[in-house]
């Protein structure tokens, strides 16, 4: 089955800090896609990033399919990224599917 | 606005009743999604539907029916036969493209 582990599963930072997130899957696993779950539970779409790397202000993601594994920087950390951040990955035998890992807890004190 | 609504944000109701959920998608995405996400865990895919009139069961879809009878419209009827029914409740769409969108969700508690 589809495989999706993500570290730490906790996380406090200082303000101004930078941080990395990372998300493991396995074989069956196509496509990736981070999310933010905000403090009111919304999930906020972060990236699609089936591999390579891509940025959005201060932040960014790599994923690495050969070797299985994504990453999410974190830069000039700020208390409004506090929350879940979660990894979900697409099974390459249904395209549609997603399978959430059960994510970081970000803290970021002021 | 182009989104996802869900409604209500909050629903309470007593142990034996059938509850409906609402998701609505003005985004004019084929297909969408119902997932429960129970608390310090990640979202678990319950029915999933990518055209009008056709749905498909997820991982945990026992106690719990959809309906599909528009495109902007997918309902989610939490039956009296879902054994632990209080959760979080999360809706997602997608498009073209496999990557999803979700709304804000609807917190269910029955007691």
């Known amino acids: 089955g589809i495989q999706v582990e993500q570290s730490p599963p906790d996380l406090i930072l200082q303000e101004g800090a930078n941080s990395t997130l990372r998300c493991n899957f396995s074989?069956?696993?196509?496509?990736l896609q981070w999310f933010h779950q905000n403090p009111w539970g919304q999930l906020i779409n972060l990236f699609y990033?089936?591999?390579g790397t891509k940025q959005n202000g201060r932040l960014s993601a790599t994923t690495v399919a050969t070797e299985r594994y994504s990453l999410l920087y974190i830069s000039s950390s700020q208390t409004t990224d506090s929350g879940v951040y979660f990894c979900?990955?697409?099974?390459?035998?249904?395209?549609?599917?997603?399978?959430f890992g059960s994510g970081t807890q970000l803290t970021v004190l002021p | 606005d182009g989104g996802i609504t869900q409604s209500p944000k909050y629903l309470f109701r007593k142990e034996g009743q059938n509850v409906t959920l609402s998701c609505e998608q003005n985004?004019?995405?084929?297909?969408m999604y119902w997932y429960r996400q129970d608390p310090g865990q990640g979202l678990r895919l319950i029915y999933y539907?990518?055209?009008?009139?056709?749905?498909q069961k997820g991982d945990i879809a026992e106690g719990y029916s959809v309906s599909r009878e528009k495109k902007e419209s997918f309902p989610l009827t939490v039956t009296s036969a879902q054994k632990n029914p209080t959760a979080f409740y999360l809706c997602?769409?997608?498009?073209?493209?496999?990557?999803?969108?979700f709304g804000p969700g609807t917190r269910l508690t029955v007691t």
């Open positions: 997602a769409s997608s498009g073209q493209g496999p990557e999803q969108y």
């Open positions: 074989d069956s696993v196509n496509n």
């Open positions: 990033i089936p591999s």
């Open positions: 979900a990955g697409f099974s390459s035998g249904s395209a549609r599917q997603l399978t």
């Open positions: 985004l004019n995405h084929d297909a």
């Open positions: 539907s990518q055209i009008v009139n056709d749905f």
